[in-house]
């Protein structure tokens, strides 16, 4: 299939740069304001040099994309709230093309997912976006094969930032603060945090989950939401003295959405370790599967989006 | 799609019963010696009481069932060795008649993968056999949308029998003949348990999933396989001491399959208990993917065989 990726960080890079293993071309990769486009395939080696390099990606203009031929639209722009934009503007230009998206974009699902439904139901392309929730954990995939109908919740840790932050404070006995400042030095958190440690992150991919479970509904403001940073070293303590660990676990049912710090076994499955994501999908005949993995980085998501691209039906 | 299921035992049962959730119709269930036929859908109900009643299934002979109209081909008869008889041939009319075969009888895919393969070349229909590696965890969907490249190898616990032996006997001190009684009492290990407890059902498991990785190339025969019927009580106490535990775990890669106890950590990923199954897929680009759940049971594979129905072409 012919790629065109919008959005040129981590996740959009590591498309361009996967897309030829997986048999794909990539003609169009486009950052905010610049893009490298051709009908033929892009010389993806060298407009990633170029983007990593600080140079602009390529000469075209980011709008030339839409008048490419090209068969799926990456959504891999950041995630904004809200309106979603301008990510909803991109997907819904590419269905009314009757073109496929296949988004790494979280807005767009949490927020206007209906819209999205009603898009695709117009346009002879689909929407896929399993690289919205989980990273490489092929969560959404799985849950579409039980069919939604015989999945009854999904809970896990979903935000890496988050569980790696409460990883280091138990095992080390260390604040808050001081394995926040740690975890930016490692670039495991961003300089501005606080969407993964506040819940939102999370929030935004159970609300995903949701929608799926439920064909629509919920919005990140349905979600009951709290984070991590009000959670004293001395909180851990106390839970190891009873077998016990603090992890950021997020819950959606058919009822909603709440995401918040619980105390859970120290042993147990929902005690990933490190910036490890997992999820327990309850199934009404099959009990309950686990799945864990690695929930962000640019190849592990690039993964989970030519996943999704492998499934799309021919246009 | 019209099911034509050939097997009543606990998963051609449990098939039947669950594939109008799914949106299926049965139009065939044959046991050994006899079939329910019906081109309008059997009454699934009536013939699952037949069945589990000790009557005859239905009135039709099972030869029937390939002159019915049918889609997919269930193929859910036990699985046998070598030549996979009667199984394989099952498969191969299905597919010279053009119609879908999904598989949850392990014998064609481990033993005869490379000429199921050439069968499907030739055919408008396809196979899949979810349902013949660990039950309702979906592996080889896993696999498949990774892209098979992509993944460098699979290992695990794939045999509930003998995992929940090991459970039991590292739990209560007790010895292998003492804990296999057990199981047989719960059900759990069958009157003859021969290929849960020397590894050959693990080893079949992992045979296809090598198959998988290589597109063929192996067979029984080609895996070194050990069971667990020597395991002394002693050796759990002493694994205990140190951490470990000992669990059958078998693994694949494009080198070959192998299928022995080992020790593992005591509450590592791969010491799973009871009768759970666990994989941990191995990936270049996206780490390691661990998927967990209930690797047998008729609703649990009947669910893997649906998913496969759900995800074949129309013809």
Do not use: W
């Not at 619980?262 to 929902?270: D, H, I, Q, T």
């Amino acid at each position: 299939m012919k790629l065109a990726i919008l959005g040129a960080g981590d996740v959009g890079r590591s498309v361009a740069d996967l897309a030829g293993e997986y048999g794909h071309d990539v003609v169009a990769l486009a950052d905010s304001s610049h893009a490298a486009v051709d009908p033929d395939g892009i010389a993806v080696e060298s407009a990633l040099e170029r983007k990593v390099g600080g140079e602009a990606v390529g000469t075209a203009d980011p709008e030339d994309v839409f008048d490419t031929d090209y068969d799926v639209l990456v959504e891999a722009t950041p995630t904004t709230l809200g309106d979603a934009e301008p990510g909803f503007s991109h997907v819904q230009r590419a269905l009314e093309a009757d073109r496929h998206a296949v988004l790494a974009n979280k807005g767009p699902v949490a927020e206007r997912y209906e819209e999205l439904r009603a898009l695709e139901a117009e346009s002879a392309g689909s929407i896929r976006f399993e690289a919205t929730v989980g990273g490489a954990i092929p969560i959404l995939s799985t849950i579409e094969d039980s069919t939604p109908e015989a999945v009854t919740a999904v809970r896990g840790v979903l935000n890496g930032t988050a569980n790696f932050i409460l990883t280091r404070m138990a095992a080390e006995g260390l604040d808050y603060e001081h394995v926040l400042a740690e975890a930016q030095d490692l670039g495991v958190a961003e300089a501005d945090p606080t969407f993964d440690v506040d819940g939102t992150d999370a929030a935004l991919k159970f609300v995903i989950l949701a929608n799926v479970l439920s064909d629509g509904g919920f919005s990140l403001e349905d979600a009951t939401v709290e984070g991590i940073q009000n959670i004293p070293g001395s909180a851990l303590d106390l839970a190891a003295e009873d077998g016990r660990t603090i992890r950021l676990i997020g819950e959606a049912t058919r009822d909603g959405v709440r995401v918040g710090p619980r105390l859970v076994p120290e042993n147990g499955a929902l005690a990933v370790t490190g910036t490890r994501n997992i999820v327990q999908i309850e199934t009404r005949h099959a009990g309950s599967l686990h799945t864990s993995g690695r929930g962000a980085g640019g190849p592990e998501t690039a993964t989970a989006v030519l996943s999704d691209v492998g499934r799309l039906p021919p246009l």
